[in-house]
């Protein structure tokens, strides 16, 4: 483990903890390939018991990372789940020992496309191994042994935190006492493979993505990216939502007739696609979508996705939202049918909300109680006091 | 009017007729700007009758054309309503005298920012003026009066070509008998505006269009292009018919941990693109989106759409698709309550179909059977006979 300090692709100092595997200890990836030496850079938040039965890993999603509940170390905005960590809050650090790393593949921390290849001395680029979610979650498996937990008491995550969630109970049960997955899904749809090609071809279309050596000739694909991310953003929320924050509202009194941002959506989704360049690399983004589109927990299964949780354990909270038109509720559903299938403990909430998929980051107070819930009985069960040390 | 050839972007020859609105009637637009000349390219099909009753007027959606019926003069494809028109058929040629123009803006020969401006010498590019739904329309009339129509007996169009129907309807409602807006709506909403917004931002960070001047520079943002087109096809479709059609099939035999096409939908869609860019002007593409988001029929009537409709003796058939999520059948409704609330002729019907907004382009017998139905009975009203002329 080390306590060097590790740097955004933008050059920002990146805040937290680092594991790092070695050369003796290399990451076997699904591809075939061992990755190693590989860092692991994670956030932790309260403390961990005596008996290491309080932790509780947060996955998180695509664009996300391990900055829940700190300011950005490059946006300089509140943690993704800031609402929900702290004492006496959902997520209650008087109770919980959270930790969160960035997925393998990322780019604040852990290892990822962006980090030099100590075989050529040179950015990976599209030379990283390609990736899935159960190589994100092999890492994580490897910072949970070392924190030295057998056990921990959750895994929770949305979109693809979700993902990863399913991918823990079902490859690692037994280390698994509940999971939670969020707007999530047991595989990557037609549709959602789509909108993935789609990202990768408007970031590969970008003469600066220079066939994913960019960073050797000194540039970025920003435009590509920024246009990646607009396309991805609209999947986000719900037309409601977009129709109740923007409907057709002009940026000026009227209309240009021109190619400029006319209506208020638009100048959202240009910030959005701008802003996000500044914090994300554009190989990550590649790499990250192309592991969600590889997810499929029943293809590995024999094609039946009950089989995949046959016996298990794990106790289960599976948490949709009306409004997510990305992960939609029939997909949390097909995951919730394979485990009453299996006769799995298993809580299914759909939440009403008109939010879409971004629900899962925002402010909607069924959807925490929701959670609450889950947690507390959990928590009872599995003998957690109040104050878990 | 002139008989003489035009040609596409592309070089290739396009067969049909052209009426030219000389400087001495040009085209007055809702920008402020007077257009001309004005070339407007367009198809027939059938014959008008002696009292010139049995006109219908078909109008093509963003990337559509006026060659409904005619093999394609690029793709050589079919017609994109091929299976509709002929003797005997829905849009019954024997009967009905059919009228498909090219839309103001578009680049299969109607004027558009690839033609050339008389005052420069050079293409338009984005030097061309804004133009709107109702611009389209202007230069429909104006064909509409060159060929001595005082009224249609419908004006039937999908999607953006539903927009010009209802346009029609509102401004010219005493030369149309009978309205068919079909997957369309009476306004851009802002999840459209946004979508919207994407494609053109992915043309505009291309390189190769040249700030608009791509034809002066020898080039043309096809990367772009391609990009924008893949977005906007994965609105055309529902998701139940991309699962149908590709669900997470691939094309090898085996993933291969790289960013080739490893599936079906991804190689399906990169087609889309691909051949696109062969028929379609990118300016052109700016120029059409950005009128559709423009396009607010109640927003020109005080902002209560009922109010465009007062006093209507237009007979109206609105059809809508139940998996449609480009043009959800709740903008139809929108029409529809309009129609109601001033007591005009409405049939409306929500086709069952998983097919998505495209379903208009489809074969689809229940919505076939509605339009079979409506020209029937209307037709009767109207006096036509069954041979119309």
């Known amino acids: 483990m080390s306590t060097s300090q590790s740097h955004s692709v933008s050059g920002a100092v990146l ?109 990976w680029g599209v030379t990283f191994p390609g990736i899935t979610i159960a190589d994100m979650v092999r890492a994580q498996v490897r910072l949970v042994d070392h924190l030295g937990i057998d056990q921990l008491f959750s895994v929770i995550g949305g979109s693809m935190g979700g993902m990863q969630v399913l991918e823990w109970a079902v490859r690692y049960p037994h280390r698994v006492f509940t999971a939670i997955p969020i707007a999530s899904a047991a595989r990557h749809s037609a549709q959602n493979i789509a909108f993935g090609e789609v990202g990768r071809q408007a970031v590969i279309a970008d003469p600066d993505w220079c066939q994913g050596d960019y960073l050797l000739h000194g540039k970025r694909p920003q435009n590509g990216l920024a246009v990646a991310r607009m396309a991805a953003h609209i999947t986000y929320l719900s037309e409601a939502a977009l129709h109740r924050k923007f409907g057709r509202n002009l940026q000026g009194r009227k209309l240009t007739y021109g190619f400029n941002a006319d209506f208020q959506v638009e100048s959202y989704l240009r910030h959005q696609g701008s802003s996000f360049v500044d914090r994300f690399d554009a190989n990550s983004y590649l790499y990250i979508t192309r592991a969600m589109d590889y997810f499929d927990l029943a293809a590995d ?10 016996g298990t354990k794990v106790r289960f909270c599976v948490i949709s939202f009306t409004s997510d038109w990305l992960f939609p509720t029939r997909e949390s559903r097909a995951v919730v049918h394979a485990l009453n299938a299996v006769a799995a403990n298993v809580s299914f909430v759909e939440v009403e909300s008109d939010k879409g998929h971004d629900a899962f980051l925002l402010d909607e107070p069924e959807f925490h109680a929701t959670l609450y819930g889950f947690l507390e009985g959990a928590a009872e069960h599995r003998g957690l006091p109040r104050a878990g040390w």
Chains 1, 2 share one sequence.
């Open 15 to 123: 805040p937290g903890h680092q594991l790092v595997l070695g050369p003796d200890a290399p990451l076997h990836l699904d591809c075939g390939e061992d990755l190693a030496p590989v860092t692991i850079a994670y956030q932790t938040y309260g403390r961990l018991n005596a008996d290491k039965s309080n932790a509780i890993l947060i996955c998180h999603a695509l664009t996300g990372d391990h900055y829940v509940a700190d300011i950005h170390p490059i946006t300089g905005k509140p943690g993704w789940w800031q609402e929900l960590v702290g004492p006496g809050r959902i997520l209650d650090t008087d109770r919980y020992f959270l930790i969160c790393s960035n997925v393998l593949g990322g780019c604040m921390g852990t290892t990822g496309p962006a980090d030099i290849n100590p075989a050529t001395g040179k950015p």
């Open 301 to 310: 299964h024999g094609g039946v996705l009950a089989n995949a949780f046959r």
